[in-house]
């Protein structure tokens, strides 16, 4: 049965309304992470074990270079500095105690419990805070925080329950980077003793303070097994189950499959068909997010033929929103025109040129007669759905290109090594822009790999980062959109439906309140299953 409405508009983020206050609020004592009642009216049940199929592999779990697929893993062996509980709420404390900023915004501090440990059993303090963040800041790391981090000068710990962040100019969103979103963030902390211990085999030895503690990763992450952490800072009697399994299962009908067979017991589905089935499965249940992906093509302005605007414009004239809305994602989700869905509080009504294939190919025309044919590849993932009516539709308006469907790990790669000319990409669900898009369009941003550089740009969205009343963040950033959408490094697609398809035996807190979902991230921390 249809757990929750699967109308497209709920299927919206909804973006916190922060401003000023978000700071002064942090500095209340931290509620967070016990909360585990079911949701249902039901008394969880402890013990048991919860059976977890995901889309990709979990390749790395070293919190600052950690795979976009890890986050359910890296929630459970974690946990969070931050949380936003429920979408639209500021940034809390949850492993911290407190969250305290300066008048000026330019210093934050924490504060820490003291006692805890992480599951290795070494202390969780202000050093162990320290040590994690001097290395996702530190590239020769590896660290993929090190562009989202790069307004921190310097960390210090005064004493063991004081971390002390140094900002080098004033940003009063800097506790959503710490927090449970589910693009960049900085809020998972590893005992240095794993890292430092286990540099060669750290994924099979990390440690952390989450409610379990990894026992097994095999086969390149496509099998992750932890159980109970008896060190668990907030009780382990608050620790539900005694063990989970994180599974790989990549096809997209094989995973439906697999909760109907009770082989996993949960996954997360952006296939509109396989939602469709499911709705109407009264062997499973089915909880819409309310956050969501946009899709996306990126182009590498770097090289021809996307160097030349002619080409990105006559992209964005051949992609058709309103058929792939329709016939792939069969009406649950929206048109996309641009880096901000059509209700988002952050949208300015910048949109992308319109579909129009006539004037698609007279640019593309144009273009070809003074460079000739520059033929391209368009690189995509098998878990997209939208492959082969976006290929129709650019082969209608002209382009000379052919399609590369990648597995995803190698597609991750290419992206973020910049292997591509034209590829599928997904805007993660973000609770604010000044992070994860400020990765990828920022000329300085670790993820920027398409070689977009606008310092008109950059000097909004920078001074949007630093600029603590929302209202007056909300328009440096639709001004800086309206930069997109001429510049088009992005070409937008359609909103991403999310949706999480688990047994009836499956009960969580969060499937019953979606609006404390993040984006595809299955969050285990409140989940139980029943005998």
């Not at 302005?301 to 058709?320: C, E, G, L, V, Y």
């Not at 539709?393 to 790990?409: H, I, M, P, S, Y």
């Not at 999480?500 to 807190?509: A, G, K, L, N, W």
Request: aromatic share 10%.
């Amino acid at each position: 049965m249809m757990h929750h409405t699967a109308r497209w508009k709920g299927a919206r983020r909804r973006i916190a309304a922060a401003g000023l206050a978000l700071g002064l609020a942090l500095t209340v004592a931290a509620c967070g992470g016990s909360d585990s009642s079911s949701g249902d009216g039901g008394t969880p049940t402890k013990g048991g074990e919860l059976k977890v199929g995901l889309g990709t592999d979990v390749a790395r779990l070293n919190p600052g270079s950690a795979s976009p697929g890890s986050q359910a893993v890296l929630g459970a062996i974690y946990d969070y500095l931050m949380v936003v509980e429920h979408r639209g709420e500021e940034p809390k404390p949850n492993l911290a105690t407190a969250m305290t900023p300066s008048d000026d915004f330019m210093t934050w501090t924490m504060t820490l419990p003291t006692g805890k440990k992480f599951s290795d059993g070494e202390p969780f303090n202000a050093e162990a805070v320290k040590f994690n963040f001097d290395q996702f800041k530190d590239p020769e790391t590896g660290s993929g925080l090190v562009s989202a981090l790069s307004g921190l000068e310097s960390v210090e710990a005064p004493d063991e329950s004081t971390v002390v962040f140094n900002l080098s100019e004033a940003d009063a969103t800097f506790p959503v980077l710490l927090a449970n979103q589910e693009g960049v963030a900085a809020a998972y902390v590893a005992s240095p003793k794993s890292l430092q211990e286990h540099t060669d085999d750290f994924n099979a030895n990390a440690a952390g303070m989450g409610p379990y503690k990894i026992t097994s990763w095999s086969q390149g992450g496509a099998e992750v097994v932890v159980e109970k952490n008896e060190n668990y800072w907030d009780g382990a009697d608050k620790v539900l189950l005694d063990k989970i399994t994180f599974r790989k299962i990549e096809d997209p009908q094989s995973a439906y499959q697999a909760v109907r067979a009770g082989d996993v017991d949960i996954i997360y589905s952006i296939f509109s068909s396989v939602i469709k089935q499911a709705s109407n499965d009264s062997s499973v249940k089915v909880a819409m997010g309310v956050g969501a992906d946009q899709s996306s093509i990126v182009l590498n302005m770097t090289k021809p033929p996307f160097d030349d605007i002619r080409m990105r414009q006559a992209m964005s004239m051949a992609i058709d929103r309103e058929e792939i809305t329709a016939i792939v994602k069969e009406g649950l989700t929206y048109e996309s025109t641009s880096l901000f869905p059509p209700d988002d509080p952050w949208n300015g009504g910048a949109a992308n040129p319109a579909y129009d294939p006539e004037r698609a190919k007279e640019l593309i025309a144009e273009y070809e007669a003074e460079n000739g044919k520059v033929p391209f590849t368009y690189t995509c993932r098998p878990t997209v759905d939208d492959t082969t009516v976006v290929e129709q539709q650019l082969r209608k308006a002209g382009f000379d290109f052919k399609v590369e469907v990648q597995e995803t790990t190698a597609a991750l790669e290419a992206f973020f090594s910049g292997k591509y000319t034209a590829t599928c990409w997904n805007m993660a669900d973000f609770l604010d822009p000044g992070t994860l898009p400020y990765q990828f369009f920022h000329s300085s941003g670790n993820n920027n790999t398409g070689g977009f550089e606008n310092p008109e740009f950059d000097a909004l969205v920078d001074q949007a980062k630093s600029t603590a009343d929302l209202e007056e963040r909300k328009k440096l950033w639709q001004q800086a959109d309206e930069i997109l959408v001429e510049e088009l490094p992005w070409v937008w697609r359609t909103g991403q439906p999310v949706a999480f398809i688990y047994r009836p035996t499956v009960h969580s807190v969060a499937l019953d309140e979606p609006d404390r979902l993040r984006g595809r991230v299955i969050d285990t921390r409140h989940m139980w299953v029943e005998d």
